[in-house]
């Protein structure tokens, strides 16, 4: 039952570390592999740096609703929006 799962290569939801200036202020954002890999598929598809998009992102919400209480989160589910839309 669980087969596509669990044949999902390691590498692809081990923890990569990287740092970003959103605001000016250099945010450190530990995200599995692959949910860096469809945020710089989005980041391409909208013309902008990886850099560039998380900013442009941060601030819409911020704007929209105030705050991001949990900014890993909000990209990961950013990342299924994207995929959910895909199909």
């Not at 959103?22 to 450190?28: A, E, R």
């Not at 909208?46 to 704007?63: D, G």
Request: charged share 20%.
């Amino acid at each position: 039952m669980c087969e596509l799962y669990a044949s999902t290569a390691p590498h692809r939801y081990e923890v990569d570390r990287r740092s970003i200036r959103i605001q000016g202020v250099v945010t450190s954002l530990a995200l599995e592999n692959e949910i860096w890999s469809v945020l710089e598929i989005i980041a391409k598809q909208e013309q902008l740096s990886l850099a560039e998009f998380i900013s442009t992102l941060y601030q819409e919400v911020i704007e929209r609703h105030g705050e991001i209480n949990n900014l890993a989160s909000m990209l990961r589910v950013t990342c299924l929006t994207y995929t959910n839309l895909l199909n």
